[in-house]
Every structure is written in structure tokens, then in C-alpha cells.
């Protein structure tokens, strides 16, 4: 596994928000909240080196030349369902952010994605994409997610997750070694159902309530 372009975000307050979420106990507004803030603050780290454009400003006391995000450049991607819950909290850092939205699900048998809906602002060609979705486990949907997005031929892609397993890191990093991966930890490893082991459980379940 290459580190080079995998970066685990050990802000204390990312692993201290993370903890909380991992309870078993935790409720869904608390899970529900508690990823919100989570994702605001990994997204200070993931657009670290957001493009910048300059404006003129006029302070109280003179015109300049000063630097603003250029946002509507910038599209986040949710892998549906469980990535919207990734999406309020990125958008409190860049709220002139497009969304679009991909649709997979994992085939119970062969653990291969699905694709099912796929929704994109248009003009992709100039843009820069961040995939969220909180849980990178066998990485099968995330590399099929971002090969359907580079059809696009977008100007650069990120992947950010909550909580990876070495084995998703290994699958979406041979397929796409290009793509950075950004998450809050890098668990142990898969059980036999394809799931995050210690993990939190399904995030999908835990943010919307759903079994």
C-alpha cells in the first residue's frame, strides 16, 4: 500500500468525533451530527490546495487585490445513499460547491457495484470532484465511481471517506493510482460480508435510521 497519496487526517478532533461515532450507543440525531462536523472539519484538509482566483475588494479604507476560493469550480460527488450525510458539512467550507450524485449498490453475491442513477452539473471538463462517501470497505464501488466519473474527463479527483479498510485502499489505489484518499482512520480489516471491522456498522443505517 502506497502512503504517498493515502492521507489519514489526525486532527484530534476528527479521532475524537470518530470515537463518538463508533459507539454502538451512539443515536442517530448524535451519529447524524457528529458527521456533519466531522466532514466540515476533513474538509479544511481536503481543499488544502483549492484553486484561488483573484478579486478586487474594497476594504473601509482602500480598493485591493485579494484571493477568493473558486468554488463553483469544485463539485462533490455523493456515492448514494450514505455519502449525502458527507455533503452539509463539506458545504459549510465551500458553499458555491455543485453536487452531483451516483448511484451503486453492491451485488450481495459477487460484492460488485451497480450502477443505478448517476446525476452531474455540467461542463465536468473544467472541474475538480471530491467523492464522499463515508465508508471505503471493499473499494469496488468507489473505483467504479471514479471510472464513470473520468469519463467526464474532470481536471482532477479526490476521494474522501470516514473510515477505510486496507483492503478498499489497495483496490481503489490499483485502479486509480492518481486519485488521493483522504479518512479520518484506516481500520484493521474486512469480515467475510464485506464490512469495516472494528468499524461503526452501516453508515447508511446509522445517519438515516434505517436497518
Do not use: W
Amino acid at each position: 500500500m502506497s502512503s504517498s497519496n493515502v492521507h489519514v487526517i489526525d486532527h484530534p478532533l476528527v479521532q475524537h468525533k470518530l470515537t463518538l461515532m463508533r459507539r454502538k450507543d451512539a443515536s442517530t440525531n448524535s451519529f447524524r451530527r457528529l458527521l456533519g462536523e466531522l466532514s466540515t472539519l476533513m474538509a479544511y484538509e481536503v481543499t488544502r490546495d483549492m484553486p484561488l482566483q483573484d478579486i478586487q475588494v474594497e476594504t473601509p479604507l482602500e480598493t485591493m487585490t485579494s484571493k477568493v476560493i473558486d468554488g463553483k469550480k469544485l463539485v462533490l460527488v455523493s456515492i448514494l445513499r450514505a455519502g449525502n450525510g458527507f455533503l452539509d458539512g463539506m458545504l459549510n467550507v465551500v458553499p458555491g460547491a455543485r453536487i452531483g450524485h451516483i448511484g451503486l449498490y453492491r451485488d450481495p453475491e459477487t460484492l460488485q457495484p451497480v450502477e443505478y442513477y448517476f446525476k452531474m452539473p455540467s461542463e465536468m471538463q473544467e472541474r475538480d470532484i471530491i467523492v464522499v462517501d463515508p465508508m471505503l470497505a471493499t473499494g469496488n464501488s468507489a473505483a467504479a465511481a471514479v471510472a464513470r466519473l473520468k469519463q467526464l474527463q474532470p481536471r482532477s479527483v479526490k476521494f474522501v471517506c470516514l473510515l477505510a479498510a486496507p483492503e478498499g485502499v489497495a483496490t481503489l489505489q490499483a485502479a486509480h493510482p492518481d486519485v488521493p484518499i483522504f479518512t479520518a482512520a484506516i481500520d484493521r480489516e474486512l469480515d467475510a460480508h464485506g464490512y469495516i471491522l472494528p468499524g461503526l456498522g452501516d453508515a447508511g443505517d446509522r445517519i438515516f435510521g434505517t436497518k
